[in-house]
């Protein structure tokens, strides 16, 4: 894919003229991903929308099929947020007039005429979110913007990309004045210990996640007891006492070296309340998850209304991914080479396995450099996401790559990054994929 050259900024800049000019006596349909960086994204761009007067609609979408496209209407100006990128041979055969991507995935497709496309992989690979794009082209689009960098930084975080601030991440963290406190990382930050811990996925704590009367042992072994019938929260502990914790944390998990439980905790203000962050942008993730994505923009808008459905919707999420988790633990999975195989079948929703392979990757179940595969039925569909365990292996495997390879041979939709990437296949290969990916992961092996 030929290089744009490391000037993000004027292509945006020149990207939003170009919308402006083909959006002036068009509707704009919003097609944008289900999870927290495509809701912020999709949020951000209803806002600036609405200041511009624009006349829009806008799907949140789980994946973007070549089926999906073909339903898609040729009368509209169509804007694509946090995905796209690999589905630039299914957008050429439109007939739209105009075709606009914002997105930040690896691109595998020459670029057609029809489409213009914002993506960091086209320039100097700069580490930013959907959202950061988003809002990098509302600010070209409405010079009120600053109220929505906040929205930009919940994505950044959903994408785990808050440690890779460089210019421009940090320009938008100034925008959307943004509190930063040195702490533990587990969210959220501002609640309870019992509750924060007894609902810890990332990290998972073996013996305390999703068990209460292990994490009251735990905070009992730190000498943290209730002051006036209340645990302290994270950011209320003393810097002796967050010793201490980190310590019995660390001693039940063992891999921490991958992901370092001390760093920036990130306050926004939502709702006049200063939030984690990390708990904001989860909540987000599973309203969209659990098929409330109208709930999840509503929330980002801090409509009133969507903060306590929000908040129920998010209490249900974390209890299936606990019960998703004991379920993995209990059963029997396919074990090889540097690399599992977790077939879920029916038992785990397909919108929340990415979510469990996520966690496997940041606990210390598997070994660093483990590829991780989880599988789990949508219809007659099989949703399948792939994770790196650790975040220091130096391996040479890319798992984008796979999930092309095996798509390719097979049938089906596959995106996302090395590290982290999925796809979708039919319900009828669900042998054949397994076959498959075992092959290709075994010879993989024997070549490194």
């Known amino acids: 894919?030929?290089?744009?050259?490391?000037?993000?900024?004027?292509?945006?800049?020149?990207?939003?003229?170009?919308?402006?000019?083909?959006?002036?006596?068009?509707?704009?349909?919003?097609?944008?991903?289900?999870?927290?960086?495509?809701?912020?994204?999709?949020?951000?761009?209803?806002?600036?929308?609405?200041?511009?007067?624009?006349?829009?609609?806008?799907?949140?979408?789980?994946?973007?099929?070549?089926?999906?496209?073909?339903?898609?209407?040729?009368?509209?100006?169509?804007?694509?947020?946090?995905?796209?990128?690999?589905?630039?041979?299914?957008?050429?055969?439109?007939?739209?007039?105009?075709?606009?991507?914002?997105?930040?995935?690896?691109i595998t497709q020459e670029i057609p005429s029809n489409i213009k496309i914002i993506n960091p992989h086209l320039h100097a690979k700069q580490k930013i979110s959907g959202s950061s794009i988003t809002y990098l082209f509302a600010k070209e689009l409405h010079k009120d913007h600053k109220e929505l960098a906040k929205?930009?930084?919940?994505?950044?975080?959903?994408?785990?990309?808050?440690?890779?601030?460089?210019?421009?991440?940090?320009?938008?963290?100034?925008?959307?004045?943004?509190?930063?406190?040195?702490?533990l990382l587990i969210y959220p930050s501002t609640r309870p210990l019992t509750r924060t811990l007894e609902y810890s996925s990332n990290p998972y704590i073996p013996g305390v996640t999703g068990n209460i009367q292990g994490v009251l042992e735990l905070l009992r072994e730190c000498g943290l007891a209730p002051v006036n019938g209340k645990y302290k929260s994270i950011l209320e502990l003393e810097k002796e006492e967050t010793s201490r914790l980190l310590t019995a944390i660390m001693l039940r998990t063992s891999n921490t070296e991958d992901k370092p439980l001390i760093g920036d905790i990130f306050l926004i203000k939502h709702y006049n309340k200063l939030e984690d962050a990390r708990e904001l942008s989860a909540k987000i993730n599973a309203c969209s998850r659990m098929g409330e994505p109208a709930t999840a923009l509503m929330l980002c808008m801090e409509i009133p209304k969507a903060k306590k459905r929000a908040e129920s919707i998010h209490v249900k999420y974390r209890q299936h991914i606990i019960s998703g988790l004991?379920?993995?633990?209990?059963?029997?999975?396919?074990?090889?080479?540097?690399?599992?195989?977790?077939?879920?079948?029916?038992?785990?929703?397909?919108?929340?396995?990415?979510?469990?392979?996520?966690?496997?990757?940041?606990?210390?179940?598997?070994?660093?450099?483990?590829?991780?595969?989880?599988?789990?039925?949508?219809?007659?569909?099989?949703?399948?996401?792939?994770?790196?365990?650790?975040?220091?292996?130096?391996?040479?495997?890319?798992?984008?790559?796979?999930?092309d390879a095996v798509t390719h041979t097979i049938g089906g939709e596959a995106g996302g990054h090395k590290m982290a990437a999925g796809c979708t296949i039919k319900k009828q290969d669900e042998e054949k994929f397994i076959d498959l990916i075992k092959n290709k992961l075994e010879v993989e092996m024997v070549k490194i």
Do not use: C
């Open 326 to 403: 004991k379920h993995i633990d209990k059963n029997k999975k396919i074990q090889g080479n540097q690399y599992v195989i977790i077939n879920a079948k029916d038992k785990i929703k397909d919108t929340l396995i990415g979510t469990m392979a996520s966690i496997l990757s940041f606990s210390s179940v598997y070994k660093e450099g483990t590829v991780i595969i989880t599988m789990a039925y949508n219809e007659d569909k099989i949703k399948v996401s792939t994770r790196m365990a650790g975040r220091k292996s130096k391996t040479s495997r890319n798992l984008k790559e796979l999930m």
């Open 151 to 183: 929205l930009a930084i919940l994505g950044m975080i959903g994408d785990l990309l808050e440690k890779e601030i460089d210019r421009l991440n940090h320009n938008i963290l100034t925008d959307g004045e943004i509190k930063r406190k040195r702490g």
């Open 1 to 106: 894919m030929e290089k744009r050259g490391d000037n993000l900024e004027l292509e945006i800049k020149q990207f939003a003229q170009e919308f402006l000019k083909a959006s002036e006596d068009q509707e704009t349909l919003i097609i944008s991903h289900n999870d927290t960086d495509g809701i912020s994204s999709g949020s951000i761009m209803i806002k600036t929308l609405e200041k511009l007067d624009k006349k829009f609609s806008i799907k949140i979408i789980r994946t973007l099929e070549a089926e999906f496209i073909e339903t898609l209407p040729e009368n509209k100006t169509l804007l694509f947020l946090d995905l796209a990128s690999n589905n630039l041979d299914d957008l050429a055969k439109r007939k739209n007039k105009s075709i606009f991507i914002l997105d930040h995935h690896e």
